[in-house]
C-alpha cells in the first residue's frame, strides 16, 4: 500500500508493508497500522513530520517512493 502525507510544505508518498491499513479517527489526525513482528502497530499521522522521517529511516517497513512534492502558493 502506498499513501500520499502532507508535512510541512509538501508531499511524501510512503511505501507501507503488506496488511497495512489506515484508521479515520474522529479527531483530527489518522492512523496508519503497520503489521511489525506479531504485533500491528500504529503511527499517528501527528505531528505531521513523524511519517516521513520514519519512512526516510526505513523504520517499521515504511520507506519514501520518489522525491517530495513541494505544494505550491496560489
Known sequence: MRI???SEGRFY???CPP???VVREASS???LIV???EKDVP???EPEELLPLLADAG???LSLVGES???LAS
Open 29 to 31: 489526525y489518522d492512523l
Open 43 to 45: 503511527i499517528s499521522s
Open 35 to 37: 503489521p511489525f513482528g
Open 59 to 61: 523504520r517499521c517497513g
Open 4 to 6: 500520499k502525507h502532507y
Open 19 to 21: 496488511g497495512s491499513r
Open 13 to 15: 508518498v510512503i511505501d
Open 69 to 71: 512534492e513541494a505544494v
